[in-house]
């Protein structure tokens, strides 16, 4: 089996927009956050999500993966995330939650060891 990398960052974050959920706004603005941010070539895994559950009350979601912390860092720099972050991100967005993630240390070897 192959061993996962443990560099990898999952960056994600839920965010609500002034738009109304379904509406034309919205969907542009997930359609152009998916356009821009995953022409950033250090972007692997893109994905925009709607919520689903009672339990969190944000609205929608981006989650993408970088290999390494560089990339990460070389995507918050990148003119495509800065010009999103102020030209849309900023205008559209009325509240957020980011969150990263690397892999927990240990954890991988015990689901391996139950397979």
Do not use: C
């Not at 990898?8 to 821009?36: C, M, N, P, T, Y």
């Not at 070539?41 to 560089?70: C, H, I, L, W």
């Amino acid at each position: 089996m192959s061993q996962p990398n443990d560099t990898v960052i999952r960056h994600q974050v839920i965010f609500d927009l002034k738009h109304g959920k379904g509406s034309a706004e919205a969907d542009r603005f997930l359609k152009d956050g998916w356009a821009i941010l995953t022409s950033i070539p250090v972007v692997r895994n893109f994905e925009a999500f709607e919520q689903v559950s009672p339990k969190n009350d944000y609205t929608y979601g981006f989650s993408m993966e970088f290999a390494t912390q560089a990339d990460y860092d070389a995507y918050n720099a990148h003119p495509a995330h800065a010009g999103f972050v102020a030209e849309r991100w900023e205008n559209e967005v009325t509240r957020f939650l980011e969150i990263d993630f690397i892999r927990a240390k240990g954890v991988q070897e015990v689901q391996d060891d139950e397979n």
